[in-house]
């Protein structure tokens, strides 16, 4: 067979797939929640004060940033659960 990884019967191989679907798609839903909400909260603060815009915004990267890392540890896993590494 030409690709043996895409064989009708391989069902370990249908199962990483899943499991790695699963893992970058509920891994990633956290992420984009936290990111809207420090967004919103930056908008709604510099609303309220202009002045403050550049320590809120510099403030909104740092959150944007570490929500991010948890959405690159769902892809590394998701990565090692693909290729049978974990």
Known sequence: MLLPLLAPNDMEFAFRLVAAGLAIGLGTIGPGIGVGLV????????????????????????????????????????LLIGFKIL
């Open 39 to 78: 967004v919103n909260a930056a908008l709604q603060a510099i609303g309220r004060n202009p002045d403050a815009a550049g320590q809120v915004t510099i403030n909104m990267f740092l959150g944007i940033a570490f929500a991010e890392g948890l959405g690159i540890f769902a892809l590394l896993i998701s």
